[in-house]
Structure formats: structure tokens, C-alpha cells
């Protein structure tokens, strides 16, 4: 999921983690600058589906934080180009050691709810993760100590040195600096209160989220009065919706009408890049035969990835064998599974299978992984597996994932800067993500590596030699690096497709 950019965030970590101080200053006195750009109103955007909830820390669900990315704070963030700079932090230095990392805090943070933002509340955002071990709790795993000297200083002590902490610590909202209060009453799943550009204004479960204007935001004040997110499952609905004018933002479009929209999209702008995503196959290593790699790789074999990518995404994806998408300095180029129907028999034949069925669990929330796994049933009938489809809504589908009730899944992974980010919580033995059971003690040796080398070309190696005794293991079978494809009217300004999916509406404005 990504490309060059990586280039440019690992060139940020490293002068960081040398002791530079890397956190430029930032403009703290644009508060209440408008910048003269519009005339505020609501922008209305429709997204693919619900979130399943709003807790940034308890969440995996890209819905979530579409919404989220637009309401919270994290301590550093990602710019356009990935490179990590200053959010909630205006600088950083790092001790010779590389052992002990000293952020310094904007002054004058608050949340939307008025309340002051301080040292210790990234305290409290850090060791809830960690003590409850919730989901982002691996990027923590070389965290010693988090402390609070003073009100504006947060001090993170490791017991490692940690090349990827800024990615880690800004890469996306599920690290996001949350109020105390707000979690200890529960209204964080519904009505989380952060320190970002919008509050949450309303919930309206099955319908939309209303976003409205923090005023208590520490940043340049959006343009816009607010947001309100309404969930469109269909794309052919939400296309209507922004030509008839009902929203005016969407990343829901039909693919097979994206090229064409693009040259001629009337009063619709549509614009796509390239992604730091990676959809992918898993199947429940904890089942039999799925233990088996024979069975893993002739599933592999089995496969026709482009006609999969055509399904799925009309020529808006790239095809893959490995998680890094071609472009970045990441990548490694490797493919051992050409589409070879023989070969995949044959490997059922040496596992001693014949007449497998095969559960494969979707979401309609996901239309593509539906489109995908029809094409991949036909494909694995030549070879003698019979696919069951197993529909599901996405709460649900997320639900049995974590109880490991499926043969095999489809889905995505996003928003990935770092190749930690790629790997190690799908593929490192017991990790948080790893619910499809694949363990093999090298590679965990080699992810355990890869997070602590501070040198970056040794680090590059290490990460290639995961990333191909994953691929020979099939613990994930990649199928393709989708792009970015968003498109809105020609009233909307000031909006960026972001190679990592991040949807930020604070620089936008609406004319009326």
C-alpha cells in the first residue's frame, strides 16, 4: 500500500530518531482565520457504509475513521507526501541513546468541549492502549514508560530503538489523544469529543453522522459550518446523489464508470491516485486443511488476479503477490503464483484433499470483496473446491473474524506508511490482526527485527525476506493494490486525495 512517499517518511524517522528536532514550528495564530475561502454551510458526503462504532482505540473500521479523521488529534500526523510532521506536537528530539523521545506539546489545545488539553491526557490515550491491549497496542510494544514532566511535555522512553515511533504514534486516528472523561462515560462510541477541526453533532444510527465546526479547534477554523456523512451502500445511488446535488463528496463510485467519469464528468470532479492498500485472501490456518501450505498454495495457483482486479475494480487496481505496492522503496518484487490450474491440483493431489468445501466470508459493506469472491469460487471450481459465499453485514463479519468462524475472508488493509504497518500485526504470531492463525518462528524473528533496525537498507533487507517467506507461506494470498478514487461537485475546493485514504475536510470550502 504505498510507493516513493515511503521514501520520504523513512527519511523523516531517521533524522528523528539521529536527535535532530524535526517537529518544524507551526502556525498557532491563524485562530479564527477563515482565509476568506467561502461562505461556510454543510458539506454533505456519502460513505460506503456505517461506522460500527466511533471509539478511535476500539475500532478497525475504515468507515470509522473517515468520520474520525475529521474529529481527532494525534501527536504527530502525516502531510499529502506521508512525511510525519507536527499535529498535537511542535517538536521532538531524541537522546543519543535513541532510547528516549521528548515531544513538546502545542500550548492552548483544547477539546471541543472546551477542556484543556495537556501532557496528560496523551498519557492516559497511550496506557489505555496499552493496558487494556487494545487494538493499536503492537505499535507499543518497545514503549518502557510514558510520562508527564510538565503540562506541555510528553516524555516516551523505549526499551528498543524504535525507528517507525512517529508512524506509530501519527499514522492514523487509532491513535488518536482522547478525553478521560469521555471514555469513562461510554459516550466515546457515539459521541467522542476530540481536539480536530469537528465535533460529532449527532448520530443517527443507520443513516448519518452529523459533524459540526469545533470553534474550540487550536488550528486555522474550517471554512465549513460542518459535515454530515450519510452511509449509501449502492455506488450507483451515491453517484446520483452528487450529480442531483443531495451530497456533494463521495468516494463510493461505480468503477466501471470511473474512467469515464473522469473525461467526462460534467459538473462531478473525479480524481484517483495510487494507494498504500493491499486487499488480500486469508484462509483460518487454525482449521484443517488450511494448515496445510500445500492446500494455501494451490489455492494461490488457482487464482487469476487480474480477472479477479477486473471484477472488483475495473482497471482502478494493480495486481500483487507481496503487501508493498510497486513504487515504493519498500517493495519487493516477487511473484511465484502464475495462474496455473495443474500445478493447484496437483498440490491438493500432495495434501491428500479432494472435494473441499470452502466458506468464504464477504461484506455487502465491501461491494468489491462480493464481486471478488464470485470470480474466485468459478476459478476454484476448475480445481475442484466448491465455494460457499457467506454475505454478511460488516458488525457481524467483524464479529466472526474475531472468533475465527470462517474458512477464509476477503477485505483490505489501509493506510499503511511504515512496512511494520504492513506485516506485523497480520503476521506475527498472536498479534492483533493475525486472525487467521499463521505462525512461523522466522518470520517472527524478522518482524522483531525489521521495528528496532535503524538502518535503513539492512532494515530493507529484513523486511524482503518476510515479505517473501510470507508469500511462500500464503499466509495472506495479496490480490491487488486498489487505487484512491474519490470524486465532488464543483462546488468543493481545497480537497486532496490522500494516498492513505485519510479523508480531511478541514481546508475545504463550499461555494453556494
Not at 446535488?245 to 470511473?258: R, S
Amino acid at each position: 500500500m504505498t510507493r516513493s512517499r515511503m521514501v520520504g517518511a523513512v527519511l523523516a524517522l531517521a533524522l528523528a530518531a539521529a536527535g535532530c528536532g524535526a517537529g518544524d514550528s507551526v502556525d498557532v495564530d491563524g485562530a479564527g482565520d477563515t482565509g476568506g475561502k467561502g461562505a461556510g454551510g454543510t458539506l454533505n458526503a456519502a460513505i460506503g457504509g456505517e461506522p460500527d462504532q466511533l471509539d478511535p482505540h476500539r475500532t478497525s473500521a475504515y468507515y470509522s475513521f473517515q468520520v474520525l479523521e475529521n474529529v481527532y488529534d494525534t501527536l504527530v500526523e502525516p502531510g499529502p507526501d506521508l512525511r510525519m510532521g507536527p499535529s498535537l506536537a511542535t517538536k521532538w528530539t531524541t537522546s543519543a541513546d535513541q532510547l528516549t523521545w521528548t515531544f513538546t506539546l502545542r500550548e492552548g489545545v483544547r477539546f471541543s468541549d472546551g477542556s484543556p488539553l495537556t501532557s496528560e491526557d496523551v498519557v492516559y490515550s497511550y496506557e489505555r492502549i496499552i493496558s487494556e491491549k487494545l487494538n493499536q497496542s503492537y505499535r507499543f510494544e518497545t514503549v518502557k514508560s510514558v510520562t508527564a514532566p510538565d503540562p506541555t511535555t510528553v516524555v516516551v522512553a523505549l526499551t528498543k530503538p524504535t525507528p517507525n515511533l512517529l508512524a506509530s504514534l501519527g499514522g492514523f486516528k487509532g491513535v488518536a489523544i482522547v478525553e478521560k472523561s469521555n471514555v469513562e462515560s461510554g459516550a466515546i462510541k457515539t459521541r467522542p469529543v476530540g481536539s480536530g477541526p469537528f465535533a460529532v453533532a449527532g448520530y443517527t444510527s443507520g443513516d448519518s453522522i452529523q459533524l459540526t465546526r469545533n470553534d474550540n479547534y487550536w488550528g486555522p477554523k474550517p471554512t465549513l459550518d460542518g459535515v454530515r456523512f450519510t452511509f449509501v451502500k449502492d455506488p450507483t445511488v451515491a453517484l446520483q446523489n452528487l450529480r442531483g446535488g443531495e451530497v456533494q463528496w463521495t468516494d463510493n463510485l461505480p468503477p466501471q464508470q470511473v474512467a469515464a467519469l473522469k473525461e467526462n464528468g460534467g459538473d462531478v470532479t473525479v480524481e484517483s491516485r495510487s494507494s498504500t492498500d493491499y486487499w488480500y485472501l486469508a484462509l483460518n490456518e487454525g482449521r484443517k486443511p488450511y494448515d496445510d501450505v500445500n492446500v494455501r498454495r494451490a489455492i494461490a495457483f488457482a487464482l487469476d488476479r487480474e480477472a479477479i482486479a477486473k471484477a472488483a475494480k475495473f482497471g482502478q487496481a494493480t495486481v500483487n503477490q507481496t503487501a508493498i505496492p510497486k513504487g515504493s522503496s519498500w517493495h519487493f518484487e516477487y511473484a511465484p503464483y502464475r495462474h496455473d490450474p495443474a500445478q493447484a491440483r496437483q498440490l491438493l493431489g500432495q495434501a491428500g484433499v479432494s472435494g473441499l468445501t470452502l466458506d468464504l466470508m464477504v461484506t455487502t459493506e465491501y461491494p468489491e470483496t462480493v464481486s471478488a469472491a464470485q470470480v474466485i469460487a468459478a476459478q476454484l471450481k476448475d480445481v475442484g473446491i466448491t465455494v460457499k459465499i457467506r454475505t454478511l453485514d460488516f458488525a457481524q463479519w467483524l464479529d466472526e473474524q474475531g472468533r475465527g468462524a470462517f474458512d477464509a475472508f476477503l477485505l483490505g488493509w489501509l493506510g499503511n506508511i511504515d512496512p511494520d504497518e504492513f506485516y506485523y500485526a497480520q503476521h506475527r504470531t498472536g498479534a492483533t490482526f493475525n486472525f487467521h492463525k499463521y505462525s512461523n518462528p522466522a518470520v517472527d524473528r524478522l518482524l522483531d527485527a525489521g521495528r528496532t533496525e535503524t538502518d535503513p537498507a539492512a532494515r530493507k533487507r529484513t523486511y524482503d525476506q518476510a515479505a517473501k517467506q510470507i508469500v511462500d507461506d500464503a499466509s495472506y494470498i495479496y490480490l491487488y493494490n486498489p487505487d484512491v478514487v474519490q470524486g465532488w461537485s464543483k462546488q468543493v475546493t481545497g480537497y486532496q486525495v490522500r494516498s492513505d485514504r485519510a479523508i480531511r475536510f478541514r481546508d475545504v470550502a463550499l461555494d453556494r
